[in-house]
T-cell receptor, first 120, second 115 residues
Framework: AQKITQTQPGMFVQEKEAVTLDCTYDTSDQSYGLFWYKQPSSGEMIFLIYQGSYDEQNATEGRYSLNFQKARKSANLVISASQLGDSAMYFCAMREGTNAGGTSYGKLTFGQGTILTVHP | DVKVTQSSRYLVKRTGEKVFLECVQDMDHENMFWYRQDPGLGLRLIYFSYDVKMKEKGDIPEGYSVSREKKERFSLILESASTNQTSMYLC??????????????FGPGTRLTVL
């Protein structure tokens, strides 16, 4: 079973509008972390935002916010006031807290990604 | 400014060749990772290392090996390159201590083509 699912292969948004990129996750751990990364066409991965499973408030970083719904196991990224430079691939990722046998070590599991295109 | 560098941005190799992809980080991070990225599949973990000379298999280790002789350097080795190893390879590093929130810092990627 997929641990991270991003169901939107591609999304389009008009400049200055808000857009939500979906992410659902699957884990039996109580302690875990959720990340969003941006990958522009140049290829580098840029960290955007982090949400811990015990965080009561939704994480926010500038124009990025994470709509965390724990019961639904969803961690959607909301980008407000879209800009042309937001056009990129976006990845959702999860770090589980399991450390049995010392094998966690900060591994991330990534979703398939969503390509966002911002139209002028 | 934190940095992860990879030895090549683009690489073309022939089937059967031994291929070395090098990754260096200057952040004194304990953890280092190698991923491959393919369309529709996201990033998949090949191998990771949590200390010098220590390594663990990821989700898709077959056909690959790794080496970590120094803390700052993590090498991915394709013992005998095959066409199905044509992909984008991304290296990352992160701190070991500090909890779940430690982000991974990524290199620029190496686009490998095996002919």
């Amino acid at each position: 079973a997929q641990k991270i699912t991003q169901t939107q292969p591609g999304m389009f948004v008009q400049e200055k509008e808000a857009v939500t990129l979906d992410c659902t996750y699957d884990t039996s751990d109580q302690s875990y972390g959720l990340f969003w990364y941006k990958q522009p066409s140049s290829g580098e991965m840029i960290f955007l935002i982090y949400q811990g499973s015990y965080d009561e408030q939704n994480a926010t970083e500038g124009r990025y916010s994470l709509n965390f719904q724990k019961a639904r196991k969803s961690a959607n990224l909301v980008i407000s006031a879209s800009q042309l430079g937001d056009s990129a691939m976006y990845f959702c990722a999860m770090r589980e807290g399991t450390n049995a046998g010392g094998t966690s070590y900060g591994k991330l599991t990534f979703g398939q990604g969503t390509i966002l295109t911002v139209h002028p | 400014d934190v940095k992860v560098t990879q030895s090549s941005r683009y690489l073309v190799k022939r089937t059967g060749e031994k291929v070395f992809l090098e990754c260096v980080q200057d952040m004194d991070h304990e953890n280092m990772f190698w991923y491959r990225q393919d369309p529709g599949l996201g990033l998949r973990l090949i191998y990771f290392s949590y200390d010098v000379k220590m390594k663990e298999k990821g989700d898709i280790p077959e056909g690959y090996s790794v080496s970590r002789e120094k803390k700052e350097r993590f090498s991915l080795i394709l013992e005998s390159a095959s066409t199905n190893q044509t992909s984008m390879y991304l290296c990352a590093s992160s701190l070991f201590a500090g909890g779940l929130g430690n982000e991974q810092f990524f290199g620029p990627g190496t686009r490998l083509t095996v002919l």
